[in-house]
């Protein structure tokens, strides 16, 4: 296994998409207008978006000795991300039910499968990997003692994308730069990190959330506005960058796209600025076409400015 300037550790799964004019109700069944079964998983999906940019990709991961393995594995495989540290485990490839209604937002149910062994135990093995690492990138979607497990390992840059968040010692998040949440994600991390009376005293502020986060210890903190951009936050400052304005057609894997290339930019040497500015590009990108990996750019496809 050659060394690469990313190691992604996290999710592998296979998406089971359904497209439909609208979200079922509870009890209520509405006739979808297609079906696919895509590559997807929040750890897969950063590992594709970074190396269809150029980087150099090792993905950390586990599927299950079934038929849904190998289009779980089958994008990460033409990308060229390095798949030697993804194990073969006794439970099934992890799933998402998805549901994309028209406009674009989607509904998603997962079953973790696979990804809930890849915890503190079965990472030992991969600790040397992790820490010759440029930049380490962790999603939410694998259990607690494999993210933290992974965080202090790691000798480089580390980008934890808490989605979803769990709960996670603060000591550990006091180590990534940058803390990577949506605007949801931010204001449930903040009550986590620094109690539910500092969530009330942001109320919906994403800026006051980012500098309360800061406050907290975490050294660094992007959250995700969707089509509105993102904020950066580190040091005194908050920053805003814009996103450009695109026709959305499915938002699945939008912000898996925007962690991928922040770390492909970081790996490359990048400020938390500039590198932000691509992310929200890419981002954009991937919401005007359908799926999650598929959509996402390569460095010859034109992002939208």
């Given at each position: 296994?050659?060394?690469?300037?990313?190691?992604?550790?996290?999710?592998v799964?296979?998406?089971?998409?359904?497209?439909?004019?609208?979200?079922?109700?509870?009890?209520?069944?509405?006739?979808g207008?297609?079906f696919s079964?895509?590559?997807?998983?929040?750890?897969?999906?950063?590992?594709v978006?970074?190396a269809?940019?150029g980087a150099r990709v090792c993905?950390?991961?586990?599927v299950?000795a079934d038929?849904?393995?190998?289009p779980?594995?089958?994008?990460?495989?033409?990308?060229?991300?390095?798949?030697t540290a993804v194990?073969?485990?006794?439970?099934p490839?992890?799933?998402?039910?998805?549901?994309?209604?028209?406009g674009?937002?989607?509904?998603?149910v997962v079953?973790p499968?696979a990804n809930?062994l890849?915890?503190?135990?079965?990472?030992?093995?991969?600790?040397?990997?992790?820490?010759g690492?440029?930049?380490?990138?962790?999603?939410g979607e694998i259990?607690?003692s494999?993210i933290e497990?992974?965080?202090?390992?790691?000798?480089?840059?580390v980008?934890?994308?808490l989605?979803?968040?769990?709960?996670v010692?603060?000591?550990v998040?006091?180590?990534?730069?940058?803390?990577?949440?949506?605007?949801?994600?931010?204001?449930?991390?903040?009550?986590m990190v620094?109690g539910?009376?500092?969530r009330?005293?942001?109320?919906?502020?994403?800026?006051?959330?980012a500098?309360a986060?800061?406050?907290?210890?975490?050294p660094?903190?992007v959250i995700?506005l969707?089509a509105r951009?993102?904020?950066?936050?580190?040091?005194?400052e908050?920053?805003?960058?814009?996103s450009?304005?695109?026709?959305?057609?499915?938002?699945?894997?939008a912000?898996?796209?925007?962690?991928?290339?922040?770390?492909?930019r970081?790996?490359?040497?990048d400020n938390?600025?500039?590198?932000t500015?691509?992310?929200?590009?890419?981002?954009?990108f991937?919401?005007?076409?359908?799926g999650a990996q598929?959509?996402?750019?390569?460095?010859?496809?034109?992002l939208p400015a």
């Open positions: 296994m050659t060394t690469s300037a990313i190691v992604v550790v996290g999710s799964n296979a998406d089971l998409l359904i497209r439909t004019p609208t979200h079922p109700a509870p009890g209520e069944t509405v006739l207008r297609s079964v895509l590559a997807g998983g929040k750890g897969a999906n950063q590992a978006a970074a269809r940019l993905l950390v991961g586990a299950g038929e849904l393995a190998r779980a594995l089958a994008t990460l495989r033409e990308s060229d991300v390095d798949l194990a073969v485990l006794s439970e490839t992890g799933v998402a039910m998805i549901t994309v209604a028209d674009g937002e989607n509904a998603i079953a499968g809930a890849i915890d503190a135990r079965h990472l030992d093995s991969h600790l040397p990997l992790i820490g690492a440029e930049v380490v990138v962790l999603p259990p607690r494999g497990a992974a965080i202090r390992a790691a000798r480089g840059r980008v934890l994308n989605a979803p968040v769990i709960e010692d603060l000591d998040l006091r180590r990534v730069d940058p803390l990577v949440v949506n605007e949801y994600e931010a204001f449930d991390t903040l009550e620094a539910a009376a500092a009330r005293e942001v109320g919906n502020d994403c800026y006051a959330a500098r986060l800061l406050a907290a210890g975490i660094a903190v995700t969707g951009g993102a904020l950066v936050a580190q040091g005194d908050v920053a805003a960058i814009r450009p304005a695109v026709t959305a057609v499915d938002t699945t894997g912000g898996d796209a925007f962690v991928g290339a922040l770390a492909s970081l790996a490359a040497g938390l600025i500039n590198a500015r691509l992310a929200v590009r890419v981002g954009a991937s919401v005007t076409g359908y598929n959509s996402y750019p390569t460095l010859n496809d034109p």
